[in-house]
C-alpha cells in the first residue's frame, strides 16, 4: 500500500460510485489516477475503504439516489465536463447467474448490512453520468446480465448510457487474464464522450495466468526452467507475480502472502481468530468428496481450489463457514484472511475491517484492485494521454 500511495499522480481524476471497500479505486491509483471522490452507502464497507483511503480522497456515505452530479463538481472543485473518468460498480445480485435474478427485480430486499433495491441502480449511475458529462466512463457488472432474460435489461442500460452522448462498448474480462489468481469474470462498459472522437478501449488478456500455487506461498513452489529438462508442471514461464502500478508497468511487490507458512494444520483465521474449519458441517463431508479444482455434486457453491489453476470465484457470502463457497484445496477449511487477499488481488497490506465475514464479504464484492488497474490503465494510455497530447484535454 505503501509504494501504491507513493506513486506519482498521472494528471488524470477520477471519481467512484458504489465503491465498496475500494477495489476498484485502488486499481486505478495503481495506474496513477487521483480518486477525488467516492460514494458507498453500506456502512461495513465504508470503513474499510477509509481505512485505506487516500487523504485527497471525499467519501459520500448517501445513497446514490440522492447525489447528483453537482455535488461531485463541488467536493471535487471540477466543473461539468472536466472530470475524466467516472467509475461505478452498481449492485448486481439481481442480474447474478447465482441467484433468483428476475424474481427478485423491483424489490427492496437484503443487500450486506442493509436492506435496498439494487436492479435499478444502474439508471442512477447512467443519471450521474449525464449530470456529470465525464470524458470517460467504466461501469462494471456480473457476467449474468448479458444471459437469459437479463439481456434486455442489458440492452436498456446500454440505451442509457449512450444516452448522455457517449460511445459506449461493453465486453466481458475474466480477471484471470489481467494478472489476478482468480477465475472473475465481468461485464465491463467502457464510455467515451462523443465531442472527442475517440473509441472505448479494453486491456488485451495477458498470454499467461496466475494460480493459487504462485499467490500462496505455502504451496510448494514451481521451478522457473525453460529448458524442458524437466516434467510438465514442474515449469513455469510466468513472471513473478506482481501488481501492475504506475506508467512504468510491473513492480516488485507481490501480492503474496509475506508471513512465513504456519506449521501445521490451519484451523483459524490469524487476524480475527475466527475458527474456520468446516470438517463438523455438511459442506465439510463434501468437501472431502470434491476433487480440487472441482465442485461439490450436493452443494453446487461449495468449491475446492486447486494449487495447479486460479482459483474459482470468491462470493460475498463465502466467509460464513457453514455455507458453501471457495474452500482450501488440502484442509477442510475456509481461506485466512490474508490468503483471500492474496487470490483477490489485493494488497498482503489492505486494512479489513469487521468480523471474519464481514471483511470476507468485502473481498467477494470487490473488484480485484489488480485487474481494475489494467482496464484503467489502457483508458490512461490509448484515451486520456492520446487526448492531452492533442491538445483536446
Known amino acids: 500500500m505503501e509504494e501504491i500511495r507513493a506513486l506519482p499522480w498521472n494528471g488524470f481524476t477520477a471519481a467512484s460510485t458504489f465503491s465498496g471497500c475500494g477495489g476498484s479505486s485502488l486499481g486505478y491509483r495503481m495506474a496513477s489516477f487521483r480518486v477525488r471522490w467516492a460514494s458507498e452507502f453500506i456502512p461495513a464497507a465504508q470503513d474499510t475503504y477509509r481505512a485505506n483511503a487516500a487523504a485527497y480522497t471525499v467519501l459520500d456515505t448517501r445513497d446514490i ?21 467516472y467509475d461505478g460498480s452498481p449492485p448486481c445480485a439481481a442480474f447474478s447467474t447465482m441467484g433468483k435474478r428476475e424474481a427478485g427485480w423491483g424489490t427492496v430486499k437484503a443487500y450486506s448490512d442493509t436492506h435496498q433495491r439494487v436492479d435499478d441502480l444502474f439508471f442512477e449511475y447512467a443519471r450521474v453520468l449525464s449530470e456529470l458529462q465525464p470524458r470517460t466512463f467504466v461501469a462494471e457488472n456480473v457476467s449474468g446480465l448479458v444471459k437469459g432474460t437479463a439481456k434486455g435489461m442489458f440492452l436498456e442500460i446500454l440505451s442509457a448510457l449512450k444516452a448522455p452522448g457517449y460511445r459506449v462498448a461493453a465486453r466481458l474480462l475474466d480477471a484471470s487474464r ?39 506461498p505455502a504451496v510448494p513452489r514451481l ?24 506508467v512504468g508497468g510491473m513492480n516488485s511487490r ?10 501445521g494444520e490451519v484451523t483459524h483465521d490469524p487476524e480475527t481468530g475466527k475458527d474456520i474449519t468446516i470438517s463438523r458441517y455438511a459442506i465439510g463431508e463434501a468437501w472431502r468428496d470434491t476433487p480440487p479444482g472441482g465442485s461439490s455434486e450436493r452443494f453446487f457453491s461449495l468449491k475446492r481450489l486447486s494449487p ?86
Not at 187 to 213: C, W
Not at 334 to 362: H, M, N, S, V
Open 65 to 85: 439516489r440522492e447525489v447528483t452530479g453537482a455535488d461531485i463538481c463541488a467536493a471535487t472543485g471540477l466543473a461539468v465536463g472536466e472530470l475524466d473518468l
Open 178 to 216: 489481467l494478472g489476478v489468481p482468480q477465475s472473475r469474470q465481468r461485464l465491463i462498459f467502457m464510455g467515451v464522450r462523443e465531442d472527442l472522437n475517440m473509441e472505448p478501449a479494453f486491456p488485451a488478456p495477458l498470454p499467461y495466468q496466475y494460480t493459487v500455487r504462485d499467490a500462496l
Open 223 to 246: 521451478v522457473h526452467d525453460t529448458s524442458g529438462a524437466r516434467g510438465q508442471g514442474d515449469v513455469t514461464d510466468r513472471p513473478s507475480p506482481a501488481i501492475t502500478v504506475g
Open 254 to 263: 507481490h501480492f503474496q502472502v509475506h508471513d512465513p507458512a504456519p506449521a
Open 308 to 393: 495447479d489453476r486460479p482459483a474459482q470465484t470468491i462470493s460475498a457470502e463465502g466467509g460464513h463457514v457453514t455455507k458453501a463457497g471457495v474452500t482450501h484445496y488440502a484442509e477442510a477449511r475456509k481461506l485466512t484472511l490474508q490468503e483471500l487477499r492474496a487470490i483477490g488481488g489485493f494488497p498482503p497490506d489492505f486494512e479489513l475491517t469487521g468480523t471474519y465475514e464481514q471483511r470476507w464479504e468485502r473481498i467477494g464484492r470487490a473488484v480485484p484492485p489488480v485487474m481494475m488497474s489494467h482496464i484503467a490503465a489502457t483508458v490512461r494510455d490509448q484515451v486520456l494521454i492520446p487526448l492531452r497530447e492533442r491538445g483536446v484535454i
